[in-house]
């Protein structure tokens, strides 16, 4: 079955520190790759997307996420954590084929918290 | 404002009310979306609208009925609830079903429901 998995529903990091949030798929094609911010008490917000072409992609606020088709994975980082990075983040998947053609899949999601 | 307005952003009904969640937008999108957001959950598609009409309900119970009476506005009629559908209500949309690839969803945020 197509899946998304998130390792950790819970990451802490200090202010200034690398943020990595890891991603993991499962299936035999390749998806569309997204991840999604959430602040407390509003949507999701698009960070960023891979569909094609480069695989270092660059999002919104310093994050970039790498596409690595080898370990199917999609790992979200951030070389210097702000205070204002702490919020749950959701990776996401899009088969556009298949039986879930078209709709995307949401990890469970990882809640970033940001010491002083 | 992220250009999908949902309302009201919380809501407290009792099990044996009817009451209605609205989502609206003007990004000129074709396709609109009901996901369903509780703790410790991945966020769950509910229903797709593409062009007014229903093309995915993935097996939500029928006191959850949605409306699409053109191709900015999405509601979410709900009756005789239980508790455990107390959760947060996400609305989104996107260019098309086509174009959801490459450009993703755009999200609300949201409609806290909680049922007494």
């Known amino acids: 079955a197509q899946s998304v998995t998130q390792l950790g529903s819970h990451v802490s990091v200090s202010e200034g520190a690398l943020v990595l949030l890891r991603c993991n798929y499962s299936?035999?094609?390749?998806?569309?790759l997204f991840w999604y911010v959430q602040y407390p008490n509003q949507g999701l917000q698009l960070l960023l997307k891979?569909?094609?072409?480069?695989?270092l992609v660059k999002g919104i606020n310093g994050f970039e996420a790498e596409f690595k088709k080898s370990e199917t994975s999609f790992h979200l980082t951030k070389p210097s954590a702000h205070m204002s990075d702490a919020a749950e983040y959701f990776c996401a998947v899009l088969f556009p084929y298949g039986g879930s053609q078209g709709n995307l899949i949401f990890g469970k999601g990882t809640k970033l918290s940001v010491k002083p | 404002e992220t250009g999908v307005t949902q309302t009201p952003r919380h809501l407290v009904m009792g099990m044996t009310n009817k009451k209605s969640l609205k989502c609206e937008q003007h990004?000129?999108?074709?396709?609109m979306y009901w996901y369903k957001q509780s703790a410790k959950k991945p966020l769950e598609l509910m229903f797709v609208?593409?062009?007014?009409?229903?093309?995915e309900n993935n097996s939500v119970p029928s006191r959850f009925s949605p409306e699409c009476p053109n191709s900015s506005h999405l509601f979410l009629h709900l009756h005789t609830l239980q508790p455990e559908d107390s959760a947060l209500y996400l609305c989104a949309s996107s260019q098309g079903l086509e174009d959801r690839s490459f450009y993703g969803y755009t999200f609300g945020s949201g409609t806290r429901l909680t049922v007494v």
């Open positions: 609208y593409s062009l007014e009409e229903r093309v």
């Open positions: 990004l000129g999108h074709n396709a």
């Open positions: 299936s035999s094609v390749p998806p569309y």
């Open positions: 891979y569909t094609t072409g480069a695989t």
